[in-house]
């Protein structure tokens, strides 16, 4: 019985989300018929997969609960270390955005990707913190590209500490059952 | 009493499939029932995905994972079923596809409803 080559399978497997991996993957393989048409069949299949997931999954309350949390971090850090001047350089409020934003996308696809069938009390800390090390990234670019967007790594590091702990506790007491921890509220 | 939430055009051609289908409702047979109520329209799988997961999301459908299959490398398939709120969305579906076609007759005339009649009659084959 002809089969997708195993390595596009595994690559294709690895891009949906685990919830749906199982019966995509196996659809997929069932509509066989080239490699060519598997990975056409693919490239127009999970990206839908993906999208419809995260309207699943995405609570806009919650969300904009923690688009506010991360950027009050970020504006109470940029305040509180000194150069208040940062805050009204040109640009200063918008450049706090990049970090939120960027940090906002990540915990989106952390979610959509979440299994959730494996919940541990320290999820919600584990998922800020990979949605900030996005942040992180995208900063790290920003610098060594000489970006005049680029946030100083002072108020990087403390909007950051800040975001962790909000999140993580934003995610405890109001994230669906779903991405929730168990013992959560 | 609140009226349930009514289904779209192809929401109503997913659930038609499903409702024909019975047993045999999974992603890939969906689609292909799909594709062919649809005709000459396409319909694409993922589409067909986005569907199902939004229809699951008013309850019109439920969907459970069956046992695997080798055909599928080992993999199970996602099978659904329609709800009794699916049904009655896509009843009240088909009493305006029945509406508008009886109204439709009543404008353009008998004369022209046989002759779709008769088309329709050869695309069944």
């Known amino acids: ?185 | 009493m609140a009226s349930p939430e009514s289904a779209g055009q192809f929401e109503q051609l997913v659930l038609t499939a499903i409702l024909s289908l019975r047993e045999d409702a999974y992603g890939v047979s969906i689609h292909a029932k799909v594709e062919e109520l649809a005709r000459p329209k396409a319909a694409s799988l993922g589409a067909v995905y986005v569907t199902l997961d939004r229809l699951e999301d008013k309850g019109f459908v439920s969907s459970w994972l069956s046992d695997p299959t080798s055909a599928r490398g080992g993999r199970a398939k996602r099978c659904y079923k329609l709800e009794a709120l699916g049904e009655r969305a896509l009843q009240e579906s088909a009493a305006t596809a029945k509406r508008i076609w009886d109204t439709i007759v009543e404008v353009w005339g008998k004369e022209w409803a046989k002759e779709w009649g008769k088309r329709w009659g050869k695309e069944a084959g």
């Open chain 1, 1 to 185: 019985m002809p089969a997708p080559p195993r390595v596009a399978e595994a690559i294709i497997g690895w891009l949906i989300p685990p919830v749906c991996r199982e019966h995509v993957l196996g659809d997929l393989h069932e509509r066989y018929r080239s490699t060519s048409q598997y990975l056409h069949d693919a490239m127009r299949t999970v990206p839908l997969v993906i999208l419809s997931r995260i309207r699943r999954i995405t609570d806009p309350q919650l969300l904009l609960m923690e688009a506010f949390a991360l950027y009050l971090s970020f504006v109470i850090a940029a305040w509180w270390l000194g150069p208040a001047s940062f805050l009204y350089e040109d640009w200063g409020l918008l450049r706090l955005a990049i970090p939120t934003a960027v940090t906002l996308l990540a915990l989106i696809l952390v979610d959509a990707y979440a299994n959730p069938a494996r919940r541990f009390s320290l999820k919600p800390a584990l998922q800020a913190a990979i949605g900030i090390s996005f942040a992180f990234l995208s900063q790290s670019i920003l610098w060594t590209t000489g970006g005049e967007f680029a946030v100083p790594w002072k108020i990087m590091m403390y909007g950051a500490g800040g975001s962790l702990i909000l999140i993580s506790a934003l995610r405890v007491f109001f994230a669906a059952p779903e991405i929730r921890p168990r013992g959560g509220a």
